[in-house]
């Protein structure tokens, strides 16, 4: 299909529908296609960054979106929390920079920020703008868009579809700023975007058969508060199977601060070696350790596309070495 012609400007326009009726993205957002979660690290740190951003995070991810913005951005700050506490939003009235970034669902040890927390850094940060990575929690558990100004993600993890596409949601006064700074030097500056989105394309060529297939997946998705509650219960389940185990223990102690979406298990380097390398052989992928703790952890994805046989299967494998 041409990005030009009128057949993609009707898919693309009935895409962005899809996404905010079946996301509960409030109408007045603009939602950007970009090619990937990284992507869009960029594209905030070089179109919407005035002074400088301030990166809140507990894991490899976030540091990561730190490190990207450093390159652009020199100013960049960073403000690091334990994985097992909550992010502290009661503290947290920032009275520098003008971006304030955080990753929702950290798939790197399992954790995330949940939608009450959000909401607190809104509301003692009501002159920020506020950017969240929900890069392994979109499409998979309900997300109170309102309470952030930029969103972002890739469309491999929740929305169960192949890697090459991201979407960005902006609030209005995310629009605003992007108008006031006025960045214009890069392929995919906010407002060149911008600009081609308001024709339902994009300054590049995209990801079509991406955007086609994201239109497939979000015409089948049932209500994302039914999905949020089908996910929450299966994250219970498997941390039940995981507390009930002598060898693997869920990675992160605190329920409040567990991801739902995705599920980090711990053990010894020697067992984690093999239930690896035995599950490969039974044709099962498990998720890697992340960074430094590759060696101690897998990961189980917990996305709405996994299906219960699929569940039961990889629980009956592991049962051997609980
Ligand atoms: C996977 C992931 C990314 C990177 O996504 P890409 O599409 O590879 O750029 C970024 N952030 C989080 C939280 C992720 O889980």
Known sequence: ?????????????????????????PNEYTIFFTSSATECWEVIAQSLVKTKSI????????ERWFDYTLR??????????????E??????????????????????????????????????NPDHLFAVDA??????????????????????????????????ACSPRAMVQMQVIGEKNHYNSLSLMKEMIDKWQTPYTPNVLGIY???????????????????????KEWIRFFQGSKN???????PEVRSRTVIAVNGSARLIEVIKAVARKKGMLLGEGYGNLKKETFRVANFPAIKKKEITRLMNFLQAYR
């Open 1 to 25: 299909m041409n990005h030009r012609s009128a057949e993609f400007v009707d898919l693309s326009k009935k895409t962005i529908a899809l996404l905010k009726r079946k996301l509960k993205i």
């Open 55 to 62: 990166h809140i995070h507990n894991g490899a991810f976030g």
């Open 72 to 85: 652009l951005r020199p100013d960049a700050q960073s403000l690091p929390f334990d994985p097992e506490k």
């Open 87 to 124: 992010l502290p939003a009661g503290k947290l009235a920032l009275n520098e920079g003008d971006i304030i970034c955080i990753t929702q669902n950290e798939t790197s040890n399992g954790t995330e920020v949940r939608n009450k927390i959000i909401a607190a850094v809104r509301k003692n």
């Open 135 to 168: 890069t392994s929690s979109m499409a998979g558990i309900f997300l109170n868009f309102q309470s952030a100004d930029i969103w972002f993600a890739s469309v491999q993890k929740c929305f169960g579809l192949p890697a090459g596409l991201a979407v960005m």
């Open 213 to 235: 297939l994201l239109k497939c997946a979000l015409k089948n998705m049932n209500k994302i508060v039914d999905v949020d509650q089908k996910i929450t219960q299966r994250q």
């Open 248 to 254: 693997l223990h869920p990675l992160i102690a605190n």
